[in-house]
């Protein structure tokens, strides 16, 4: 079992900037993959950012340039690091977590991009 913890969502203006966080606890294996993951009202859940336990990160075309995912594997914690963000970035941010057999989901965090 793995339980995965968001935080850090909120209010920004348009352009502004905002770090999201994902705290993993439990039984962590590796090799893993953790990603975020956004929702949308009224909209699928897609993928924003992977980043492997090895390092290796992927991003979606609407954020690259603009986010930058990372982790520290000590703490098992993985961060969206967010900047010029735009309107239409509002979502309700999930954090997931992979291993080879198992996949977890986290509750979620709202970021709200409004002037």
């Known amino acids: 079992q793995v339980q995965l913890e968001e935080s850090g969502g909120g209010l920004v203006q348009p352009g502004g900037s905002l770090r999201i966080s994902c705290a993993a606890s439990?039984?962590?294996?590796?090799?893993?993959?953790m990603a975020w993951y956004r929702q949308a009202a009224g909209k699928q859940r897609d993928l924003v950012a992977l980043?492997?336990?090895?390092?290796?990160?992927n991003y979606a075309d609407s954020v690259k340039g603009r986010f930058t995912i990372s982790r520290d594997n000590a703490k098992n914690t993985m961060y969206l690091e967010m900047n010029g963000l735009k309107p239409e970035d509002t979502a309700v941010y999930y954090c997931?977590?992979?291993?080879?057999?198992?996949?977890?989901w986290g509750q979620g965090t709202q970021v709200t991009v409004s002037s």
């Open positions: 980043i492997t336990s090895a390092g290796t990160t």
């Open positions: 439990g039984s962590i294996f590796s090799p893993n993959t």
């Open positions: 997931n977590f992979r291993e080879a057999i198992r996949s977890f």
